[in-house]
């Protein structure tokens, strides 16, 4: 993900590729110096019911001191706030997705912005997240890549 490549290349951050592997930590009593970001999806329940689970094995297992998490309610939209907010155009792979960037911003999905039908590629919509992601994986800009030197101007 654009987003995990970003920060890991700045800050010291380890990636599970998912939040399914991460509730070991607050199971286990002998956890400690933890920071935990849990990716909480406003419009996910599954991610909430995550989130809430965590919290409760944090206060049960007396981990509150030791085992710290925080939702990021999706990333990839702060991402590309701050990227519209420096005045970066993406330059998208398909001219329809320059819709898809008009509900970004105005927060919708865009099968509520959209009749049905007109876009493709219904998998991509079926959360306002994933719509997020896929405004930053089908941009050309540089930062998708390895190098991501657009950040490196912008970033400290």
């Not at 306002?128 to 896929?134: A, P, T």
Request: proline share 3%.
């Amino acid at each position: 993900m654009t987003t995990s490549i970003l920060m890991s290349r700045f800050f010291n951050i380890e990636y599970t590729g998912g939040n399914s592997g991460l509730r070991v930590f607050t199971k286990n009593k002998e956890s400690k110096d933890l920071v935990i970001f849990l990716d909480v999806v406003p419009d996910n329940p599954s991610t909430l019911g995550l989130y809430r689970a965590m919290r409760s094995d944090i206060i049960r297992n007396g981990l509150s001191d030791k085992v710290f998490l925080y939702p990021i309610i999706c990333t990839e939209y702060y991402v590309l706030l701050a990227l519209w907010d420096m005045g970066i155009h993406l330059d998208y792979q398909f001219s329809w997705m320059s819709e898809v960037e008009n509900a970004v911003k105005e927060k919708k999905t865009i099968l509520e912005y959209i009749p049905r039908g007109i876009c493709d590629y219904r998998e991509s919509f079926r959360s306002f997240e994933k719509q997020c992601k896929l405004l930053l994986n089908n941009s050309r800009m540089e930062f998708h890549n390895e190098g991501i030197s657009i950040w490196k101007s912008h970033i400290i």
